[in-house]
């Protein structure tokens, strides 16, 4: 089993929908918890931590899910900047990449 | 702006050649920093961290000799593959944190897309 696991998708969302999606992990023990959004050949860029409490930053929110080892990712709102690949990534000291999902926002 | 620099961001070479990739923070001292490879539609892959004044540990699978890795100031860490062959083909990015905290979020260089022929 992978240490960490997401739908590849595509998601394809009209422009001001709402996508979500998880991202599940195996370790247990893991303690840090990020999103990444990464272009098209392009490094991956941070766009938000995901804490145990949930938090917001703007259209995004993430969530943790400890119980079920899993985390979320909501975009409200939908640009069509937001299309990229999201990278789950999980750990402690030493952090697993998910492969990505990707969104893709139509007009 | 960014934080981690890396150099080149792409370049294409004969088999057979060497390459040599630098990643350098650019106002934080790193005394870890990461290297990984990124193939098509795949998900980043650790090669090996680069500790400063040490010697880097590799993850299971990737050669040393051939992914020489010198981590010589706080600063700078190089990725040298030698004797590249078209299989070495792939995206190349290294990565450091601002902290030694597991909670530190890790910043990215730009990566560097590695051609063999």
């Known amino acids: 089993r992978k240490e960490v696991e997401q739908d590849p998708g595509p998601f394809n969302v009209p422009e001001g929908a709402t996508v979500a999606f998880n991202c599940t992990y195996s370790?247990?023990?893991?303690?840090?918890f990020f999103w990444y959004r990464q272009d098209c050949r392009k490094e991956p860029k941070l766009l938000m931590s995901?804490?145990?409490s949930g938090n917001e930053d703007g259209r995004f929110t993430a969530q943790l899910n400890r119980a079920s080892q899993y985390i979320s990712l909501l975009i409200r709102d939908s640009k069509l900047s937001d299309s990229a690949t999201y990278l789950c990534?999980?750990?402690?000291?030493?952090?697993?990449f998910g492969a990505g999902t990707t969104v893709t926002v139509r007009a | 702006g960014a934080v981690v620099s890396q150099h080149p961001s792409w370049v294409i070479c004969k088999s057979g050649t060497s390459v040599k990739i630098e990643c350098r923070s650019l106002d934080f001292q790193a005394t870890t920093m990461f290297w990984y490879r990124q193939f098509p539609k795949q998900s980043l892959m650790l090669m090996a961290t680069s500790n400063e004044g040490s010697k880097a540990t590799y993850e299971q699978g990737v050669e040393k000799d051939k992914f020489l890795i010198n981590h010589a100031s706080l600063t700078l860490s190089t990725l040298t593959v030698t004797s590249a062959h078209p299989e070495d083909s792939s995206f190349y990015i290294c990565?450091?944190?601002?902290?030694?905290?597991?909670?530190?979020?890790?910043?990215f260089g730009n990566g560097t897309r590695l051609t063999v022929t």
């Open positions: 995901v804490y145990s």
């Open positions: 370790n247990s023990a893991s303690q840090s």
């Open positions: 990534v999980v750990g402690d000291y030493k952090l697993s």
């Open positions: 990565s450091a944190s601002r902290s030694q905290g597991w909670d530190s979020p890790l910043h």
